[in-house]
Nanobody, 126 residues
Framework: QVQLVETGGGLVQAGDSRRLSCASS????????MGWFRQAPGKEREFVAAISRDGITTIYPDSVKDRFTVSRDNAKSTMYLQMNSLRPEDTAVYYC???????????????????WGQGTQVTVSS
């Protein structure tokens, strides 16, 4: 079992930066590829970023590419999401998730992530 807790959300202005953290406990952190997802009011949850077990490979959708950076520190069992140049459309609840502990990695597929945090709200004002 994996327990995940996101922190770092809050109120920011457009153009500001923010770093989210996801602390993991339970199963060994480095067993899991990890991901970030977000859900804005009235919209479905969408993929934000993914990172491989060793932190070498990262994946982003076009909506955040060049602005967001995902990283992890396996010694601290923590994943991060650095968000720069924030826009009002980035406003959402941000969730961290641990991918199913299996050989195949499907970084963008929500249903392949078995463990989720409670979410942290990021609100970007214009």
């Amino acid at each position: 079992q994996v327990q995940l807790v996101e922190t770092g959300g809050g109120l920011v202005q457009a153009g500001d930066s923010r770093r989210l953290s996801c602390a993991s406990s339970g199963r060994p952190f480095n067993n899991h590829n990890m991901g970030w997802f977000r859900q804005a009011p009235g919209k479905e949850r969408e993929f934000v970023a993914a990172i491989s077990r060793d932190g070498i490979t990262t994946i982003y959708p076009d909506s955040v590419k060049d602005r967001f950076t995902v990283s992890r520190d396996n010694a601290k069992s923590t994943m991060y999401l650095q968000m720069n140049s924030l826009r009002p459309e980035d406003t959402a609840v941000y969730y961290c998730a641990a991918h199913r502990d299996e050989k195949a990695w499907r970084p963008k597929q929500e249903n392949k992530y078995d463990y989720w945090g409670q979410g942290t709200q990021v609100t970007v004002s214009s």
